[in-house]
């Protein structure tokens, strides 16, 4: 259904380190830099399919993250959810609600582990167990 999530930055050199690191569990390459016609730096990660990408505001204003806004990353176990979440508190993200573990929910059972990106975006790993 997507084709790719944008997110802002205010550091995109603080933004590269976390998601090159965090994404990076994920089998994410190292980000593809390109500086946009309006001269704003913008970072491509691009991975099974699916591209994640973060950039300095066009419009020069500082970025904000969305509230009620969250973005889901598909992990391969509960071990990969615990990973991304220590990556990411490891490289300036924060833990945020319950520590990851295991959720019983309308959807089922699913592993998840919340934390929000130095610029305060709300990221979640997700394992949903067959």
């Known amino acids: 259904m997507l084709s790719h999530v944008m997110v802002g930055t205010n550091d995109i ?3 590269k ?4 690191a965090v994404l990076g569990v994920l089998g994410a390459e190292e980000a593809v830099r390109n500086i946009a016609a309006t001269g704003h730096a913008r970072l491509f990660y691009r991975h099974d ?3 994640f990408c973060v950039s300095e505001p066009i ?3 500082p970025a904000v993250h ?5 973005i889901g990353f598909k992990c391969s176990s ?4 615990q990973q991304f979440h220590d990556v990411a508190v490891a490289h300036g993200g924060a833990s945020i609600e319950n520590p990851p573990g295991l959720r019983e929910g309308a959807s089922g059972s ?8 130095p610029d305060g975006n709300k990221l979640c790993a997700l394992y ?3």
Do not use: C, I, W
């Open 17 to 20: 380190r976390f998601y090159d």
């Open 110 to 117: 699913l592993y998840l582990g919340y934390v929000r990106d």
């Open 66 to 70: 969305a509230n009620g806004g969250t």
């Open 49 to 51: 399919g699916s591209t």
């Open 59 to 61: 419009d020069g204003g």
């Open 128 to 130: 949903r167990p067959k």
């Open 13 to 15: 050199e603080k933004s």
């Open 78 to 81: 509960p071990e990969q959810v």
